[in-house]
């Protein structure tokens, strides 16, 4: 008796040590490690691969010495559950292992492929370095098996966190999905960089709500709706992303979508972007809240972008470069539109929506370059202007120093300018999208600087009391027009 009662106790403690992970033997402090050839602490087999995972993550937020949890790769980690991830934790991965959505999941709606393990407050997130295959076509349907999944409704997000402070996201390949890759909601301190996004089913990032949120070296072509996107949320700068889309019914809105209903927005920053071949709108700013007071959306600044062929869509009115409405003192300066569909620069809403504004707002306008804007698909009567104005009555332009040129209905629509110029820009290569000016003083080609023969009349052009200091000698004391204006990129003084 007393042999078989010891050896059940020794086959417990068998089944107890072999429910330990072996990262306590195996990885020391702070990563523990996953893998699909049998080498991690945490072991998977292509099924159901989110048990494993999350028994990492369990560990690491139960064990203050560990911090990191690494997918190996080669391998495809098949999830059919949504992983759980804590405070003070790193899931990372090498760049060849992929997370994909099993088949057929048949989620409900909002559950992401990753959140918190809490239901809020869990801080200190870092998720980075791998690759998330959402596996659209493999999930064609709802629960049922037979309602057709429609993208953007909230189904199978990349990541959906609330009430989380200090969260990035960086140097992920997130791709094929019917939703967001990152959406949080009421979040401070959001880092979201380095990223390539392709084709998921509604915004790249999707902050709501939110305070501290910077976006910056991000490649996205759009699905269903933005590349970058907030709501409601404040001191925010989106920078150096490259965001475009596709040709295509599904192909999604605007590059960069700033919208509000309530709250303040005062400090938001979009500069060095390149924004192109956008179904809708390169950047659509807007304000439900039609009562609201100016002073509370305001100071939008929007500055040393490009923008190239946005507003494809053959099915709506409101496209073009950057369209706006119910956001006061919106400052866009020192950017390049070729090409835009519609206006380049317009104030209006979406098909008649969210026009009856109380408040006035202005929006400025100086040191751009707007060239061959032209004629929208629908209704394409009177458009193609450089900047149009269809909100008068509440919404006004200061429209100086730019350059004009070639628009298809002509300069302006509901507006007026006190000192822009209406001549050919003179860029180094508009055909293969290279803005800089022709200088015979010198204009930098990406390596050295290089004369030409003639130089830009957009040199030593601009707002006589915007700041050049970050122009190379010669500057000619003034800054340029366009993209380059006050950089050290900008082409040297023609004199």
Known sequence: MLKRELGILLLVGCLILASVPTALCRSPAPTVYVAGDGSGDFNCDGKDDHVQINQALKFVADNSGYTTVHLKGPFTYVINDTLLIGSNTILEGDSNAVLKLA??????????LIKQMSNSGNNNIVIRGFEVNVNHDGNPYLADGKTLLAKGKGYYNVMYFTDCKNVTVCNMYMHDGHGDGLRIKYGENIKFYNNTIYKLGHDGLYAIQCQNVEAWGNTITCRTNSGLRIWNSNHVKFHDNLIDSFYHWSAGGPGIQIEKSTGTMDDIDIYNNRVNNTYGPGIWLFNYDTSTTKDEGKNVHIYHNVFYSTGTNPSITWVGGILGSGFHDTLIENNVFDSAYNVAIVSMSPDGFFSDYTSKYTTIVRNNIIVNTQKRTKS????????????????????????????????????????????RPLFVDQENHDYHLQSRGGTWNGKTWVKYKVSSPCIDSGYPSSDYSNEPEDNGNRINIGRYGNTIYASKSKH
Request: with cysteine.
């Open 380 to 423: 394409p009567s009177e458009t193609g202007y450089g900047i149009a104005n269809y909100l008068p009555e509440t919404h006004s332009f200061e429209i100086a120093y730019n350059c004009l040129y070639n628009n298809a209905a002509g300069n302006y629509k509901n507006c007026i300018s006190k000192a822009d110029i209406h001549i």
């Open 103 to 112: 088949n057929n999941a048949g989620w409900v709606v909002m559950k992401p």
